[in-house]
């Protein structure tokens, strides 16, 4: 949503203003930097011509004519911004001049460049040449700057350095440096569309913006005053006409520039906040967009009554929160979007921080509508390229090379990077062209012995440069970001072969570097360098960034400073063995030893809060000594302080009073003249006049106060430092004690005296012009210390002319200056030279190297090149140290510290493993207490309360240790809480996109196994068919509630079959009982009414169907050129399918209708790929899923065969058993989803795992491996409770019981068997050992039918893996020809859609012709009616008039006289229509052959006047036709007008016809052309098909030939239905001849019969009309006659009449029946009230009968147990009967047992007692 929103008001600024600020530009600051004059607006063709050189004689004159010329921007395109921008101050004669001034610009006027180009400065009236410095090369570049890539060419490119623009060369890599004109840097750049200008928008005080011409490098254009401070964007429109700039803080002016006339179109204020992109719409130059910090702004270009204006329109985004808009793109139709986007032939292309490249459609962006108020929609992009790791995308630049679709983009981490987005198979893979460092460059060091720089950055890297040759050898890469480099010294390592680097983490590393060409062993190596880098040495002597590196003037001790407050010395000689560290009062800064001119080797060490020190050579202890030390912190060295204080103001103050001293002297001076001068005019009145002068300047002159003594609170930050001489050194400070060097000393060392009370000055100072906000950074001096070399804060470079061993330097007063680096955030970290002095190189913070030549009056005679080092003896096979990568990893102070601490724990945990064995005693000697208590009698033992001595302690131990859980649940809530978090992404990453995860499932005796699909889930071409509820298979709970519902709903149906059952028989009953004779007769009547009613319709509907069925005849004749729509359809369908087998890489391929191809068919092609495919592995994971299952069941009934057999095998001898089968197992591959599952052992399981993982790494590395599966085994048997059913647990739980029966049985005492028992052992023992057989084979039976149902399986889904592998195959080419078809659609569509256009065009020309053409033959139809009118008009006349009537000439006469009728016109043409009509009424009105009259006649006629004798009624009938005749003549004049039209319509519409046919057969021609070089590129693709040697038929002289690109691939099934097909054919034709003959003889036939039919119609005609003359006497109507039928209504009232009667008698039979089954009912009540009295009486009687005998039993109670009770004798009858039945069954086995034993004994069936 856009909103108006007015400009903020620019500042007016007046000629007063713009003449300071452009006289400041003339000053010596600004001329010290290389500024040189502008030229005026008001120079014109007239007073410069190209190439001549602007002299100017007087500089008033100079600033004179720039003052009028900055009157001259006060046109009228200035009043078309929000508000007036300037106000009209010069008055008409100044406008008279400005029309002067606005002449144009001569096209061929260019600049000179040097007058131009910002130059160094250097000191008046020195002798530093302005060349002392020369620019060599760049090495850096400014990765995080905004748009600081640009293409000027195809091997051109273009990008700001510092105060440098580069124009680099892609192919020799060569670079051309374009200086800034004002020294300030450069704020941004920009090309011509057309590549032949490019523009650079500079910083500074009222920056310019130059216009260079391309290739020439002229400064073409200057354009002026467009901002205060610096340009942050510039932009042209699409043809290059126009151009946008936009300033950055504090004004943000945003100002659009006619630039080849160097004039401001429109000027306003862009933004209150940093802007930082400003862009032309390519479609509309009215139209511009702003963007940046929080916002983006719409810009117009409006015409309002004050002139052209500039109305911007602030975007909106609904409820997005504000941000900062660092990319946009302007869409065709003005519209605006936020994202680092760009609009590229239809496809938006974007470009993020993620590394990512993006296509998206831009029709579905454009069309895109959010669903919800949140404003989000989210679009799938269409392409993807990943550029690489750690990528950062800033910007995107489009190469123009034809044919290719190459980008070149910044990478914010350091590189330039090709792209190809072609996306096609040959697509390249993203190449770097250049890589550079990212961000600030943190240290630089140069090779003491060659021309070698190492420099480090944040970016982690280190990397080498060969900077007299001017190309990167190498870099290395590690996890930290280097803060600290230096080259080791010769003395440490003579090839100068060894770099020390410092990093963030507080790690000093030791690199070696060498030049791999000379080792001897390339065995395994890829690429060879110019130069690679090796770890030496790794320790971490600090917790935080490593900041210096210093080795002493002997090379024997290297130190190393940090920001931890220490600096650490190591022992070099001794492989860096650390000596121990000094603690500093701040973070260190700078290291720097003493040179050889001092005394003694000491160190000098910077802090950054203003403490200086000095600390002495380090004493090296013996190693027996240093192994007892606890920590390396040295104590005993004596260490000077100094505490710089400030003393800036004193400085200040004390310049002041000179000041003012001299300033006293000058005045006294002048008045000690003044007073001469009067004494000589006025002799002693001269004196007075004196003193009265002096006293009145005394009263006005008062004194101003002195500066005041001002510390700063917090000391200011020492940036760099270096020894003077022994004790002394000189210091640089920011802050506010900048724009000095001070020079201190050191104080006398006093011992105990504490450091933070010193409070010291500096003795001495040098003043450093310009550089109170612009302080030194780093310094450093030739080899003979005649220059020093200053890196400032502006990024600019300093170099000092000094004298000799000029330690105090005295004579630092000329200098050269320079600015290089960019001034706002460039200030130089690193300065160095060369070993010879040679070069200076100088890093940034701006991310850039630069390499300088220093002036010498000796010429070099030939090119200079690095030497890289020799690799050392044995360095191929030297063992590289592990580096240190951890972050958390222990300085080496903090191990050592360390080590201790865990020595010293070590012993606590000693005493606390002897107090825990004490606490052990003790606890076992109260538990045995506790057991003696429990052995006393009840009454004699203690309580367990009585054991507390305190209860409190027991409460106070549980309310801490639930305090400690509580407390850790809190400190662990976080990581609680983030490892949630990481699970849930893991398992939406990685497990929820998962269908059915990979199950292995096992073979129990063999090696084969079988493994599921890893099925994720269906892809977006996915067509998913849902599965129907019979399809599904139904849940328990769902059977359940379906059979209950059935049971209801079967009950329900059988109520209602009984219910309807019933019904049915009632019916039947009421249908046949028997009707009465009043019933049938109204049925015998309503019957025959209804009979007559039929028959008469149906002769009615015959007599239509006839008339029906000939007019369908009628219809259905054929035409003469009639054809069978199906022979025609039959001929297409042959033209179109048979015999055409063209190849479809022929070039006349025309693609059948039916075989056209788009992207949206080929996705549905694909979806149903993907759907056979997933079904196919869904199928074959159900399969192995219940395998899976089965072997779950297997193991289960195996373990029970197992436990029954152990059971059985415990009543057999040892020497019977049977090897116990092996029970398989569950292997983790069966049960992927256990891996999710755990409980509270596993959890325990785990941490000590990790406990011994922490205790022995590479123990637990070697046995994790193999114990890891077994453990996992352990538990998830342990833990495989629900794969067992209850089957199997019955059926142990069965075993179990009849183990522990057998052992309780066999725990009663043994007795000596009998012989019966013996036997009956022995015939248990058998059936055991059947039983022991019969299990064992029943286990194997299981494992080899379990084992072939795998195997069966294994060989489907090898074969389905096959099917899968050509599915793929076929996936990648249906893909890929998506992919292209997807590329083809755009364009294909608008075909199409113009195709579709003009085919309804001419379907709806073509109906409006047939419209034309029916409205024609209805107007003729008129026509032909009006004339048929006008005959009969004619005709009726003629017949009124009779015969032989004298007046009939001259009455028709009056009928035909042309009349003109007066009638009002509609338009103009009155006259032009009588005589048409005129015309017409001769033509048609003609009847008669003697109309011709002759003019005596005519001139004698008048039909006013009746003549005598005529007829007075024909004469008025006459009149009255003639007037309807003139009334049907103009009708058929209106009529034919009407017709000549629709016949001019009719020809324009037949004329556009023909032209859009043509266009429509151009148009699908082109579709055509279109379709078939589609298919060329479809055709390109490669498809794979895989074939076996007996499928290739084709064959060269009985050999498979080697090149297989002529021959066709059919399938099978293919080839044979075209070798069918030719045979088919051949019989076709054969029947087709047959079918022809046979037709010709029927259509003979057909002649013959209908002329036959003819004749007999004829006959039949005849006969009926005489067989109706002879029955009705007449020829009637047979259709009337038969369609006559009775009087329906008559009949319809007799038939209600009956049933009304019949209804009545109903009514009374009913109410009759009613009142008899009311009297039924009454008798029934009646007769059951009598019966139930009759019941009453009985059950009284039976009452009195009970009662009587109840009394009776109460008198014999106590008889009946004085005998023996009955049950009694029962029971011991029953018990003798058992023990007889038992005894003879006893006998009956026996028999048995010995016919058994018998052979051939017969088995009789056991005994059964007659009773049993």
């Known amino acids: ?588 800064c700078q290291l720097m030893w003493s040179t050889v001119s001092h005394p003694q080797s000491t160190l000098l060490i910077f802090c950054d809060n203003g403490y200086i020190l000095e600390a002495p050579l380090p004493v090296i202890k013996e190693e027996e ?41 000058m005045k006294e001076k002048e008045r000690e003249t003044r007073r001469k001068e009067l004494l000589e005019e006025l002799g002693e009145e001269g004196e007075k006049v004196f003193q009265e002068e002096q006293a009145e300047q005394g009263e006005e002159e008062e004194e101003e106060p002195l500066p005041e003594i001002f510390v700063p609170s917090t000391p200011c930050q020492i940036l760099c430092g270096f020894y003077s001489g022994p004790g002394k050194f000189w210091v640089a400070l920011g802050g506010y004690d900048a724009g000095f060097l001070y020079h201190c000393e050191f104080p006398p060392y006093q011992e105990g005296r504490p450091f933070e009370e010193q409070k010291d000055e500096p003795f001495d100072f040098r003043y450093i012009e310009d550089a109170e906000e612009n302080p030194i950074q780093a310094v450093t001096f030739s080899l003979n210390r005649t220059m020093m070399f200053c890196g400032m804060g502006d990024g600019s470079i300093r170099v000092y002319i000094l004298s000799k061993s000029d330690f105090s330097l005295a004579k630092m007063e000329e200098y050269w200056h320079f600015n290089m680096h960019d001034n706002n955030y460039g200030r130089i970290k690193s300065i160095s030279t060369s070993f010879d002095d040679r070069f200076l190189v100088t890093a940034g913070t701006d991310s850039n190297i630069f390499v300088f030549k220093i002036y010498s009056e000796l010429a070099l005679e030939k090119d200079l090149t690095a030497k890289v080092p020799l690799p050392m003896f044995g360095i191929e096979t030297e063992v590289i140290p592990q580096d240190i990568e951890d972050l958390s990893a222990y300085s080496i102070e903090n191990a050592r510290k360390k080590r201790e601490h865990d020595k010293l724990m070590k012993e606590v945990e000693e005493e606390k493993a002897a107090k825990r064995e004490k606490l052990r005693g003790l606890r076992n000697e109260f538990l045995k207490l506790l057991e003696m208590n429990e052995e006393l009698p009840k009454h004699m033992q203690l309580k367990r309360t009585d054991f507390n001595l305190d209860s409190k302690i027991r409460v106070e131990i549980n309310r801490k240790t639930a305090y400690k859980i509580q407390q850790t649940e809190k400190e662990l809530a976080w990581e609680k809480e983030k490892c949630n978090l990481g699970l849930m992404k893991i398992q939406k990453r990685f497990r929820d996109s998962l269908e059915s995860d990979a199950v292995v499932v096992h073979a129990i005796q063999t090696s084969h196994k079988i493994a599921s699909y890893r099925l994720v889930k269906p892809s977006k071409y996915f067509k998913s068919k849902r599965s129907s509820q019979s399809e599904r298979r139904p849940s328990k709970l769902e059977r359940l509630e379906k059979e209950g519902a059935g049971q209801r709903d079967s009950q329900k149906d059988t109520d209602a079959i009984v219910s309807t059952h019933e019904e049915s028989i009632i019916e039947k009953g009421k249908k046949f009982r028997p009707r009465t004779l009043s019933e049938i007769m109204v049925r015998n009547q309503i019957e025959k009414t209804k009979k007559i009613i039929v028959k008469a319709e149906k002769a009615q509907q015959k007599i239509l169907q006839r008339k029906k069925e000939w007019e369908e005849l009628l219809k259905s004749k054929p035409r003469d050129d009639y054809e069978d729509p199906r022979d025609i359809q039959a001929i297409k369908d042959a033209q179109m399918h048979m015999g055409d087998f063209n190849l479809k890489t022929a070039t006349d391929y025309k693609i059948p209708e039916h075989m056209r191809i788009n992207a949206a068919k080929k996705e549905e092609e694909l979806g149903i790929l993907d759907t056979l495919a997933h079904g196919k592995k869904l199928h074959m994971n159900k399969c192995i899923l219940s395998l899976r299952d089965l072997k779950v069941a297997v193991i289960e009934e195996i373990q029970c065969l197992v436990q029954e057999l152990k059971n059985i095998q415990l009543t057999l001898p040892e020497s019977k058993h049977i090897p116990i089968p092996q029970i398989p197992e569950i292997h983790p591959e069966e049960v992927p989803e256990k891996r999710f599952q755990y409980d509270k052992e596993t959890l325990l399981a785990f941490k000590q795992q990790q406990i011994k993982e922490q205790n022995e790494k590479s123990f637990h590395t070697d046995q994790m491996g193999l114990m890891g599966p077994s453990a996992f085994l352990k538990l998830a048997s342990g833990r495989d409770g629900d794969l067992t059913t209850r089957d199997s647990l019955s059926r142990s739980s069965r075993a179990s019981t009849y183990s522990s029966e057998h052992q309780r049985l066999s725990e009663f005492e043994k007795t000596e068997p009998s012989e019966i028992e013996i036997e009956i052992a022995k015939r248990e023992e058998i059936k055991h050992l059947y039983m022991q057989q019969y299990l064992s084979n029943r286990i194997k039976e299981l494992i080899v039918t379990f084992d072939a149902e795998l195997r069966i399986l294994r060989h489907q889904k090898l074969k389905l893996d096959t099917q899968m592998k050509l599915s793929d195959l076929h996936h990648v080419t249906l893909f890929q020809e998506l992919l292209l078809l997807k590329n083809f659609e755009k364009q294909e569509n608008i075909l199409q859609e113009r195709v579709n256009a003009l085919d309804k065009e001419e379907q709806d020309m073509q109906w409006k012709i047939n419209e034309t053409l029916k409205e024609m033959e209805e107007k003729k139809n008129e026509v032909n009616k009006l004339q048929d009118q006008e005959k009969a008009l004619y005709a009726g006349f003629q017949s009124a008039l009779g015969e032989n009537n004298t007046f009939a000439n001259f009455l028709m006469k009056v009928l035909k006289k042309k009349i003109r009728r007066s009638k009002k016109k509609e338009v103009e043409g009155e006259q032009e229509e009588d005589e048409e009509s005129e015309e017409s009424s001769e033509d048609e009105s003609s009847l008669e052959s003697d109309e011709n009259e002759s003019g005596s006649e005519d001139e004698v006629f008048d039909d006013s006047v009746c003549p005598t004798s005529c007829n007075k009624s024909l004469f008025e009938l006459a009149i009255q036709l003639r007037e309807k005749r003139l009334d049907i003549e103009e009708a058929s004049v209106e009529e034919k007008k009407l017709i000549d039209n629709l016949k001019k319509e009719y020809d324009t519409l037949s004329k556009k016809v023909k032209v859009v046919a043509n266009n429509l057969k151009a148009a699908e021609e082109a579709l055509e052309a279109y379709q078939r070089e589609k298919q060329q590129q479809l055709n390109e693709l490669l498809v794979v098909i895989p074939l076996k040697l007996h499928q290739i038929e084709y064959t060269v002289f009985g050999e498979i030939p080697n090149d297989l690109s002529s021959t066709l691939v059919f399938s099978n099934h293919s080839l044979g239905l075209l070798q069918e097909r030719i045979v088919q054919l051949h019989q076709e034709n054969i029947q087709q001849q047959k079918l022809n003959k046979e037709c010709r003889e029927r259509r003979k036939l057909l002649i013959r019969e209908k002329r036959e039919m003819a004749k007999t119609i004829q006959k039949m005609e005849d006969t009926v009309q005489r067989l109706m003359i002879r029955k009705f006497g007449r020829v009637i109507d047979l259709e009337a006659l038969q369609t006559l039928s009775v009087n329906t209504t008559l009949e319809e009232l007799k038939i209600k009449k009956i049933q009304k009667e019949l209804s009545n008698a109903k009514e009374m039979k009913m109410w009759e029946e009613k009142i008899a089954q009311m009297r039924w009912e009454l008798m029934m009540k009646t007769k059951e009230h009598t019966k139930k009295l009759y019941q009453m009486n009985d059950l009284c009687v039976e009452k009195q009968k009970l009662d009587s005998r109840l009394n009776t039993l109460q008198n014999q109670q106590g008889n009946a147990f004085q005998g023996l009770r009955k049950a009694d004798i029962v029971a011991k009858q029953k018990l003798t009967e058992l023990i007889q039945v038992q005894a003879e069954r006893i006998l009956a086995l026996k028999e048995e047992i010995t016919l058994l034993r018998k052979k051939g004994g017969l088995i009789l069936p056991p005994i059964h007692h007659p009773q049993e």
């Open 1 to 588: 949503m856009k909103e108006p929103e007015d400009p903020d008001p620019y500042d007016d600024k007046s000629d007063v203003s713009k003449y300071e600020r452009l006289s400041q530009r003339s000053s010596r600051s600004g001329s010290r930097r290389g500024e040189s004059f502008t030229l005026p607006d008001d120079i014109t063709d007239d007073m410069l011509t190209e190439g001549e050189e602007l002299g100017l004689e007087d500089e008033d004159l100079l600033e004179e004519q720039l003052e009028e010329s900055s009157t001259s921007f006060h046109d009228d395109n200035f009043e078309s911004t929000e508000e007036s921008l300037y106000e009209e101050v010069a008055t008409s004669a100044a406008k008279e001049t400005e029309d002067e001034v606005k002449r144009k610009l001569s096209d061929q006027f260019y600049y000179n460049y040097d007058e131009l180009a910002s130059k160094p400065y250097v000191t008046p009236n020195s002798s530093i040449p302005l060349n002392l410095l020369s620019l060599v090369h760049s090495f850096g570049y400014d990765c995080r700057r905004r748009a600081n890539l640009q293409l000027l060419d195809s091997c051109t490119l273009m990008y700001i350095a510092g105060n440098q623009l580069i124009l680099l060369d892609l192919k020799t890599k060569e670079q051309i440096y374009v200086r800034s004109t004002s020294g300030g840097g450069i704020g941004a750049i920009g090309v011509h569309p057309y590549k032949t200008h490019f523009t650079v928008a500079e910083k500074g005080n009222s920056p310019n913006i130059i216009i260079y011409e391309y290739p020439s490098l002229q400064p073409y254009r200057v354009l002026r005053d467009g901002c205060d401070l610096g340009y942050a964007y510039v932009d042209f429109n699409y043809d290059g006409t126009l151009l946008a700039s936009v300033g950055s803080s504090p004004d943000y002016t945003f100002t659009i520039w006619n630039w080849k006339e160097e004039q401001p179109m429109l000027r306003t204020k862009a933004f209150t906040q940093d802007v930082f992109k400003v862009t032309f719409n390519p479609e509309d130059d009215e139209q511009l967009t702003t963007a940046g910090a929080g916002h983006i702004k719409f810009w117009e270009m409006a015409f309002t009554f004050t002139g052209l204006k500039l109305q911007g329109y602030l975007g909106r985004f609904g409820k997005t929160n504000t941000s900062d808009i660092e990319g946009y793109m302007e869409l065709p139709d003005g519209k605006g979007a936020i994202n680092q986007i760009m609009l590229d032939e239809g496809e938006v292309i974007t470009a993020g921080a993620d590394g990512c490249i993006r296509i998206w459609d831009f029709e579905t962006i454009d069309t895109a509508d959010a669903i919800d108020d949140s404003g989000l929609v989210e679009i799938e992009p269409i392409n993807e390229l990943q550029v690489g790791k750690h990528v950062r995308i800033y910007s995107m630049i489009k190469m123009d090379e034809i044919g290719n679709n190459f980008w070149l983009a910044q990478d914010s981490s350091g590189a330039i990077w090709k792209l190809d987005l072609s996306f096609s198979n040959i697509t390249q893979d993203p190449e770097c062209l250049f890589s550079f460092h990212s961000g600030p460059i943190q240290a630089l060091a140069l090779s003491p012995l060659t021309y070698l720089m190492a420099t480090t950055s944040l970016d982690c890297t280190i990397r080498i440069y060969d900077f007299a040759s001017k190309i990167p050898l190498t870099q290395i890469k590690f996890k930290q970001g280097g803060t600290a480099l230096i080259w080791t010294p010769q003395l440490v390592n003579y090839t100068g072969s060894q770099i020390v680097a410092g990093f963030e983490d507080g790690v000093v590393r030791i690199l070696e570097l060498y030049d791999p060409k000379e080792l001897s062993v390339f065995a395994g190596r890829k690429k060879i360098w110019d130069a690679e880098i090796q770890l030496k040495y790794v320790f971490k002597p600090h917790n935080s960034r490593v900041t210096a590196l210093a080795y002493d003037r002997d090379g024997e001790i290297l130190a190393t400073g940090s920001r931890d407050h220490t600096v650490f010395f190591f022992e070099v000689e001794k492989d860096y063995k650390p000596i121990g560290y000094i603690t500093a009062p701040g973070p260190v």
């Open 625 to 665: 000594v240093d192994r007892d030390v606890v920590s390396y912190h040295i104590e005993d060295m004596k260490i000077r302080y100094f505490h710089f204080t400030s003393v800036k103001s004193k400085i200040m103050r004390l310049i002041e009073i000179e000041k003012r001293k001299k300033h006293a002297e």
